[in-house]
């Protein structure tokens, strides 16, 4: 039996990941504020940071749910196995580790005159949005480990109607 602590002590740095991108957002979000010219580009960024925060927070807390629920789930099994969820706290670790840095950037940037800040924000805008396929990855990969445990829940739901099917036929 996989034991689901383990399993979901696996990916502790995402609930951290997810803190990280709000302390980013809020960042990148007083600096919004100030950049003059760059602000639409910082706020659509500032967006996608946000909501990368809330959808792995949201897809930790389920697959975490998944794994206390269903101890054992093939998929479970199979996580705990091949270290899946470390390999997630691998990735997390460094997309937070490149937040903070990022995030001291900006907030060196917000104590800047605006002209130099908008300035800041041209140059600095290629490093900063290369965080965006770093952020997918994790997103993308917590994203098929719930749709698999999802498609594994439904698969058990099937069989357990075919099963209860067959048995009433037998008994007609």
């Not at 910082?42 to 101890?71: D, H, W």
């Not at 990735?91 to 130099?116: C, G, W, Y």
């Not at 480990?145 to 698969?155: D, F, G, K, P, R």
Request: proline share 3%.
């Amino acid at each position: 039996m996989a034991d689901p602590l383990t399993v979901i002590g696996g990916i502790a740095a995402v609930v951290q990941l997810a803190q990280a991108g709000r302390d980013f957002f809020k960042v990148l979000r007083q600096f919004a504020r100030d950049a003059g010219g760059a602000a639409p580009a910082v706020k659509r960024f500032a967006g996608q940071v946000r909501a990368f925060s809330g959808a792995i927070e949201v897809a930790e807390r389920t697959l975490a749910c998944y794994c206390m629920e269903n101890p054992e789930s093939p998929l479970v099994a199979y996580i705990r196995r091949h270290k899946v969820l470390q390999d997630v706290d691998s990735e997390a670790k460094s997309v937070q580790a490149h937040l903070f840095i990022l995030r001291d950037k900006v907030s060196n940037m917000h104590t800047m005159p605006l002209i130099l800040a908008s300035i800041q924000w041209m140059f600095k805008k290629a490093e900063i949005l290369q965080l965006i396929p770093e952020m997918e990855t994790v997103k993308t990969t917590l994203d098929l480990l719930i749709t698999t445990s999802l498609l594994e829940s439904m698969n058990r739901k099937l069989d357990s109607a075919l099963d209860t099917n067959q048995e009433l036929r037998k008994q007609m």
